[in-house]
């Protein structure tokens, strides 16, 4: 880290007691956050700045969720890409197309990119076993789904620079965990020339779920360490969120600016301190979230 590179503390906003919260996804039609707790089989949301908290029973364990341009989400499942409503207070899914994954095999972290795709992760049943990678899929225009590639065995991290020119993926195993960057071409979605960003060793902590502000620079939660880097486009962080549990799963921005941090946690093996969701107001501003787009 910058010798002198501002630390900020973040504060627990609400105690959902997540076993995993992931994927926070700011509406600000609503000034509302979503996000899901994947083993628990719930969905969250709460509005801000008044915290009003509510939750949602899920039929199945969902990975990720990312914002539709007529206020659904989308989402990636044990079943592979799924439409994800709310009505009168319940959870419906639709499902389209694949992708068809093996049996224990399960979509991961996700997120859009700016063109509207949505995109996620394979993960295996044990993710430990030789040969258990998963790789990238995306669903975009016409539910038209096609692989990607990349070869992951807990695939995080997904961010795309402001311009649309690289795309970040991060592989939170603890067997090796790092941060991949590749050359990113927007209107094909093809993705080459991948290099190490970061690794565990730069990071103090696992690489999980991230963010991209308006600077082009890349906000990683370090998970085992208890803290959120801002990373620069050339690989230097130069500032940190700090918060009282060790493991934050992901980061996004909130607020009219889009410069408070929204930051969910985890339980360690489900009974360790965290699970709850935190904010903290930055000099730094988001990017606003780009919506699913199927046609």
Same mark, same amino acid.
């Given at each position: 880290? +910058?010798? $002198?590179?501002?630390?900020?503390?973040?504060?627990?906003?609400?105690?959902?007691?997540? !076993?995993?919260?992931? !994927?926070?996804?700011?509406? @600000?039609? /609503?000034?509302?956050?979503?996000? &899901?707790?994947?083993?628990? *089989?719930?969905?969250?949301?709460?509005?801000?700045?008044?915290?009003?908290?509510?939750?949602?029973?899920?039929?199945?364990?969902? %990975?990720?969720?990312?914002?539709?341009?007529?206020?659904?989400?989308?989402?990636?499942?044990?079943?592979?890409?799924?439409?994800?409503?709310?009505? =009168?207070?319940?959870?419906?899914?639709?499902?389209?197309? %694949? @992708?068809?994954?093996?049996?224990?095999?399960?979509?991961?972290?996700?997120?859009?990119?700016?063109?509207?795709?949505?995109?996620? $992760?394979?993960?295996?049943?044990? +993710?430990?076993?030789?040969?258990?990678?998963?790789?990238?899929? *995306?669903?975009?225009? /016409?539910?038209?789904?096609?692989?990607?590639?990349?070869?992951?065995?807990?695939?995080?991290?997904?961010?795309?620079?402001?311009?649309? +020119?690289?795309?970040?993926?991060?592989? *939170?195993?603890?067997?090796?965990?790092?941060?991949?960057?590749?050359?990113?071409?927007?209107?094909? $979605?093809?993705? +080459?020339?991948?290099?190490?960003?970061?690794?565990?060793?730069?990071?103090?902590?696992?690489?999980?779920?991230?963010? &991209?502000?308006?600077?082009?620079?890349?906000?990683?939660?370090?998970?085992?360490?208890?803290?959120?880097?801002?990373?620069?486009?050339? $690989?230097?962080?130069?500032?940190?969120?700090? &918060? =009282?549990?060790?493991?934050?799963?992901?980061?996004?921005?909130?607020?009219?600016?889009?410069? !408070?941090?929204?930051?969910?946690?985890?339980?360690? =093996?489900?009974? %360790?301190?965290?699970?709850?969701?935190?904010?903290? =107001?930055?000099?730094?501003?988001?990017?606003?979230?780009? /919506?699913?787009?199927? %046609?």
């Amino acid at each position: 880290m +910058t010798l $002198g590179s501002p630390v900020f503390v973040a504060e627990r906003i609400a105690r959902p007691g997540c !076993t995993i919260a992931e !994927t926070p996804v700011w509406e @600000p039609e /609503h000034s509302r956050i979503t996000w &899901i707790d994947s083993p628990g *089989s719930s969905l969250y949301r709460i509005t801000y700045p008044d915290a009003l908290l509510e939750r949602f029973d899920l039929p199945m364990r969902v %990975g990720a969720i990312a914002s539709t341009m007529d206020g659904d989400f989308i989402a990636s499942t044990d079943r592979g890409f799924a439409r994800l409503s709310i009505v =009168d207070g319940q959870v419906e899914f639709e499902f389209g197309a %694949g @992708p068809d994954l093996g049996p224990g095999w399960r979509m991961n972290d996700g997120a859009c990119d700016r063109q509207g795709r949505f995109w996620s $992760g394979s993960m295996a049943p044990d +993710t430990s076993a030789p040969g258990a990678f998963g790789t990238l899929f *995306s669903i975009g225009a /016409h539910n038209e789904v096609v692989q990607r590639g990349g070869r992951f065995r807990s695939q995080n991290g997904l961010a795309w620079s402001p311009d649309s +020119t690289s795309i970040y993926v991060s592989d *939170s195993n603890p067997l090796n965990p790092y941060v991949q960057v590749y050359d990113f071409d927007p209107v094909s $979605g093809n993705f +080459t020339n991948g290099r190490l960003f970061a690794d565990k060793a730069t990071l103090g902590g696992r690489p999980d779920g991230a963010a &991209i502000d308006v600077d082009g620079c890349y906000w990683i939660a370090a998970s085992d360490s208890g803290r959120l880097l801002r990373m620069t486009p050339n $690989g230097e962080i130069d500032a940190e969120i700090r &918060i =009282d549990v060790p493991n934050p799963t992901n980061i996004c921005f909130i607020g009219s600016d889009l410069k !408070t941090a929204f930051i969910t946690t985890l339980r360690a =093996d489900g009974v %360790g301190p965290g699970g709850d969701v935190y904010v903290v =107001d930055l000099p730094y501003q988001g990017l606003a979230e780009p /919506h699913y787009r199927a %046609g």
